[in-house]
């Protein structure tokens, strides 16, 4: 089958660095992605990985290990801007992606 | 470029009444999504379209739900008759993927539907 596991929650305090896991497992595999969603919005695009090892990009990065099935985000010198939800997706074999429930990110002054 | 368009952007009716969602993808965009979000949970894939075919809808209740994408730009959601369970947030999106390939084309969100059944 299909699924992503993702914490509910996470607490961090502004001006530190947190790291979000996802792991998933899928038969089919093209790619992942991060996305964030503040409350009552749409989410946005963050990231995608497709390969091994880091993507930077700014402030957040991305990691992926396909042999484990494991991503995390990466985020820096957070900012209260920052607290949101954080998605993990992935892309099945075509054009499907299917996400995890999100991460809860609170920023604390 | 002009985003996803969306509406309405709530909607409040009681149950087994029907209710319908508007899309307007980004122009140039094959692939249409229909996604439901429940509070508190990820977006759960309904139906996909590539241009104006199906390629996904096995996760759509289709005892009560339709859509439908005219001439492979539009599209529309039904819900008929609703349930309380299907009150949630309705989110569109478009990407650029297509038979060629673009796996890495982010989805673009539109602001969604807010439906609440009474």
């Known amino acids: 089958g299909q699924n992503i596991d993702q914490p509910t929650e996470m607490t961090a305090t502004e001006g530190a660095i947190v790291q979000i896991n996802c792991t998933y497992q899928t038969s089919g595999f093209n790619g992942l992605f991060w996305y964030q969603q503040h409350a009552g919005e749409a989410p946005t695009f963050l990231s995608y990985n497709v390969l091994d090892g880091l993507e930077e990009k700014g402030r957040f990065s991305s990691f992926l290990s396909r042999s484990k099935g494991y991503s995390y985000l990466l985020l820096k010198e957070l900012q209260m801007k920052d607290s949101a939800s954080y998605l993990c997706?992935?892309?099945?074999?075509?054009?499907?992606?299917?996400f995890g429930a999100g991460t809860r990110l609170f920023v604390k002054a | 470029e002009a985003g996803v368009a969306q509406s309405p952007r709530y909607k409040i009716i009681e149950k087994r009444q029907s209710v319908a969602f508007w899309c307007n993808p980004i122009?140039?965009?094959?692939?249409l999504y229909w996604y439901q979000q429940i509070l508190g949970q990820g977006p759960k894939l309904l139906i996909q379209?590539?241009?104006?075919?199906?390629?996904?809808d096995s996760q759509l209740p289709k005892d009560r739900f339709s859509a439908e994408r005219l001439k492979g730009v539009d599209s529309t959601l039904k819900i008929q008759p609703a349930k309380l369970e299907d009150s949630a947030v309705y989110l569109c999106?478009?990407?650029?993927?297509?038979?060629?390939?673009?796996?890495?084309?982010?989805?673009?969100f539109g602001n969604g539907t807010r439906l609440t059944v009474t």
């Open positions: 997706a992935f892309n099945t074999g075509g054009f499907k992606t299917i």
């Open positions: 999106a478009s990407s650029y993927r297509g038979p060629r390939g673009g796996y890495n084309s982010p989805l673009h």
């Open positions: 122009s140039g965009h094959a692939t």
């Open positions: 379209f590539q241009n104006n075919g199906v390629v996904d």
